[in-house]
């Protein structure tokens, strides 16, 4: 899978130029099936549990900053409702959200499913659940009981998401939606506090990491 990974890679075109959708699909489909191999035939031991760590932080920082990039700014009504569109459609959540609140695009409504509901993969609150069930995976038998420093950051997050009010974050003043783009600028926060405190303490910084596919324009750069 990894091969077809980096020829499907090597073979895109510089400026991926005619309909990007059947170019791109090879490797989206590729893609999937590593994600598939790696969820069900891999052993589940600690290389699988900082696969899980990176993915659960990667997606909660691609969806803390998709929703500060397309929410934060209050629009006019009928863009408003193209944007929340995308949101959803961008994170998979659109017929879900259909199935559940009909048609109307509310903000309140779209915060709650891509950031409070934990029954949805792709909200960020399900990322931190599974991020903190990782990292206590992670902790050595009969250790000492206090919270290390990513358990900690990785816990004031959860606990700042629960704490969240749609009712707040959903309110504009003067064009934008100052309290949603503050609470979820120190979501961002954390998160990079997570992954450093992870990085320090479980990897060596004196190897040089090894890329295992290069694309095409990092070749002909």
């Given at each position: 899978?990894?091969?077809?990974?980096?020829?499907?890679?090597?073979?895109?075109?510089?400026?991926?130029?005619?309909?990007?959708?059947?170019?791109?699909?090879?490797?989206?489909?590729?893609?999937?099936?590593?994600?598939?191999?790696?969820?069900?035939?891999?052993?589940?031991?600690?290389?699988?549990?900082?696969?899980?760590?990176?993915?659960?932080?990667?997606?909660?920082?691609?969806?803390?900053?998709?929703?500060?990039?397309?929410?934060?700014?209050?629009?006019?009504?009928?863009?408003?409702?193209?944007?929340?569109?995308?949101?959803?459609?961008?994170?998979?959540?659109?017929?879900?959200?259909?199935?559940?609140?009909?048609?109307?695009?509310?903000?309140?409504?779209?915060?709650n499913m891509v950031m409070l509901d934990?029954?949805?993969?792709?909200?960020?609150?399900?990322?931190?659940?599974?991020?903190?069930?990782?990292?206590?995976?992670?902790?050595?038998?009969?250790?000492?009981?206090?919270?290390?420093?990513?358990?900690?950051?990785?816990?004031?997050?959860?606990?700042?998401?629960?704490?969240?009010?749609?009712?707040?974050?959903s309110r504009a003043e003067d064009g934008?939606?100052?309290?949603?783009?503050?609470?979820?600028?120190?979501?961002?926060?954390?998160?990079?506090?997570?992954?450093?405190?992870?990085?320090?303490?479980?990897?060596?910084?004196?190897?040089?990491?090894?890329?295992?596919?290069?694309?095409?324009?990092?070749?002909?750069?």
């Open positions: 899978v990894i091969n077809d990974i980096r020829d499907t890679l090597s073979s895109l075109d510089n400026t991926l130029s005619g309909a990007p959708e059947e170019t791109l699909n090879p490797l989206v489909t590729a893609l999937m099936a590593l994600s598939g191999l790696i969820q069900e035939s891999m052993v589940r031991s600690t290389g699988w549990r900082f696969i899980e760590i990176g993915r659960r932080l990667e997606r909660s920082q691609q969806t803390t900053t998709i929703i500060r990039h397309l929410l934060a700014n209050e629009l006019a009504e009928a863009d408003q409702h193209s944007v929340n569109h995308a949101l959803l459609l961008s994170l998979e959540v659109l017929i879900s959200y259909r199935r559940r609140y009909g048609t109307r695009m509310e903000i309140h409504s779209c915060l934990i029954g949805n993969p792709r909200s960020l609150l399900y990322q931190l659940d599974q991020l903190n069930q990782h990292l206590a995976s992670l902790r050595k038998p009969n250790s000492y009981q206090e919270l290390q420093a990513e358990e900690r950051a990785a816990l004031e997050l959860e606990t700042h998401i629960r704490l969240s009010s749609l009712h707040l974050l934008k939606r100052k309290a949603l783009d503050a609470h979820l600028e120190h979501s961002s926060q954390l998160l990079d506090s997570i992954s450093n405190f992870i990085s320090e303490k479980y990897f060596d910084h004196r190897e040089n990491s090894q890329q295992l596919v290069q694309n095409v324009w990092e070749m002909t750069s």
